[in-house]
């Protein structure tokens, strides 16, 4: 009765899948290989995040084999005090502060974007950073100011629109830029002596910019295989195959299951346009992870009058995360979702204490909206939370 | 917020300005193709759509999957579309 029950739930993902069939295929042959031993592989995307809990992949996957998630969401590691930071810059005279949707609700020490709009600043979300330089274009009495947030996926078309601003003369815009790039983390995680991992699924956007290339040093100074993945459930099953076919034959590479969107050589147009606009700050503070050097974009100085970090005071302080919040140990993927303390109760999408329930790319807001029924399904079901043998 | 939207492009509306008329399940907004212009694109052309601009090509098959991806996530991807759409008037600004 039991047996047929589990079944139910894996069939029923598996059916979403495009091609069920070929999705029962991987699942089997990534249970051959894995066999008997363990394994831990790290996914660093944000949407590799979503699409795993939203297809219910840990379930579909045998027991022995895990899925990690690591810092992959730009809005997630944003530490409190650089959120004080923007606050404080929305609140100067004038000012027109546009941001992104899932950086309104994003806590500082003293309230968010949003409860500083209900202040008075002029908050306001934009879709692009093209929007808000519109808006400073038709409003040339006011100064507006862009929150930068994103991976090399996004950095370029924040680059792009300051070389716009150049171009046209605009003198009442400026950026406030968190840009961060994907290796540092990826490395910061390896140097942790908190986790033992077997093996890294690559971001699938971030390397349609960067390529393949930079994750090259994985395998070569830390002898664990990368393997970049795409977005649909079968792309993920793919990707964790073929890091188990690295392992079992003793390879140890950088592959890329993402090669109908992602190319070796990434866009090197994008590349060329970041290092025209942007470099690396010495070293960025990161929510759970601490400084990491050479993690963090700073616009150059040709581009210092676009630079809100020269045009305001910025505040600077360092706030430590709320007691309660263990972000940073989700975010390092030392702990899963529900097991933060305050996970559903203190801390849920409505009332927030953490980034990673803010933004929809955080692995908590993940699990909470799509992960948990899964999971409390096959609980109850009385199985453990993956589909054993 | 950061998805990547598949797209159709139906017109390029400015050679210089890098611009582009795109469909997006049957809506058409102004997008920024800059970082794709060593790749030639043209009116038919698939494109994957990131905060305004194009950020790869890929073809029609895989645009199918991505938004069958996409639907699937339900509200978060109901909110890209709506930021998407929301700003189209701030977009034209940038024709001029």
């Known amino acids: 009765m039991e047996s047929s029950a589990c079944q139910e739930i894996d069939v029923r993902f598996v059916d979403e899948y495009r091609d069920p069939k070929a999705a029962r295929a991987l699942v089997a042959h990534i ?100 929007d808000a330089l519109n808006i400073a274009i038709d409003h040339p009495d006011r100064s507006v100011v862009f929150l930068a947030v994103g991976f090399e996926t996004t950095a370029p078309s924040t680059a792009l629109t300051l070389l716009a601003a150049r171009d046209k003369g605009v003198s009442n815009f400026s950026v406030f830029s968190n840009h961060v790039t994907i290796v540092p983390p990826l490395r910061a995680i390896l140097e942790s002596p908190d986790l033992r991992l077997n093996g890294f699924l690559g971001p699938g956007h971030v390397s349609t910019v960067v390529g393949q290339r930079p994750y090259r040093f994985v395998p070569a100074e830390y002898g664990l295989p990368l393997v970049t993945a795409g977005f649909e459930p079968l792309d993920i099953l793919h990707a964790i195959a073929m890091l188990l076919e690295q392992i079992r034959e003793g390879r140890c590479e950088v592959e890329n299951q993402y090669s109908r ?15 025209d606009v942007f470099e690396l700050r010495p070293h960025f503070e990161w929510r759970g992870l601490g400084f990491i050097s050479q993690s963090g974009l700073k616009l150059r100085p040709e581009f ?52 990673c329930m ?28 993956t589909i054993g043998a | 917020m950061c998805l990547g939207i598949p797209g159709q492009l139906t017109e390029i509306s400015d050679v210089h300005e890098h611009l582009a008329r795109v469909d997006v399940s049957g809506v058409t ?37 991505a938004l069958a991806s996409l639907q699937l996530i339900g509200e978060a991807y109901d909110d890209e579309l709506d930021g998407f759409w929301s700003t189209e008037k701030a977009s034209e600004t940038t024709d001029s």
């Open chain 2, 29 to 65: 907004r102004v997008i920024n193709i800059a970082l794709l212009q060593d790749e030639a694109l043209e009116a038919g052309d698939w494109v994957l759509i990131h905060v305004g601009f194009a950020i790869a090509r890929i073809d029609e098959e895989e645009a199918a999957f």
């Open chain 1, 358 to 385: 803010v933004s929809s790319e955080g692995a908590c807001a993940a699990y909470y909206n799509f992960g948990r029924m899964h999971r409390e399904a096959a609980v109850t079901l009385g199985r453990r939370s």
């Open chain 1, 31 to 130: 249970t051959e290989l894995a066999g008997t031993d363990d394994f831990k592989f790290m996914e660093v995307c944000g949407g590799h995040t979503h699409t795993i809990y939203r297809h219910g992949i840990e379930h579909v996957l045998p027991a022995n084999v895990e899925l990690v998630h690591g810092p992959g969401c730009p809005v997630c590691v944003i530490p409190m005090g650089r959120v004080d930071d923007a606050i404080a810059v929305s609140k100067e005279p004038g000012v027109i502060f546009t941001t992104f949707g899932d950086m309104m609700r994003v806590p500082g020490s003293q309230g968010n974007l949003l409860q500083a709009k209900a202040e008075g600043a002029d908050v306001r979300f934009v879709y692009s950073p093209l």
């Open chain 1, 261 to 275: 969107v992602v190319h070796e050589d990434g866009n090197p147009r994008a590349l060329a346009i970041l290092a």
């Open chain 1, 304 to 355: 210092s009058a676009f630079d809100a970090e020269l045009r305001y005071d910025i505040p600077g302080v360092r706030v430590a995360d709320p007691k309660a919040c263990q972000c940073g140990e989700v975010l390092k993927g030392v702990i899963k979702p529900w097991e933060c303390k305050v996970f559903g109760t203190a801390c849920t999408p409505e009332t927030p204490i953490g980034t």
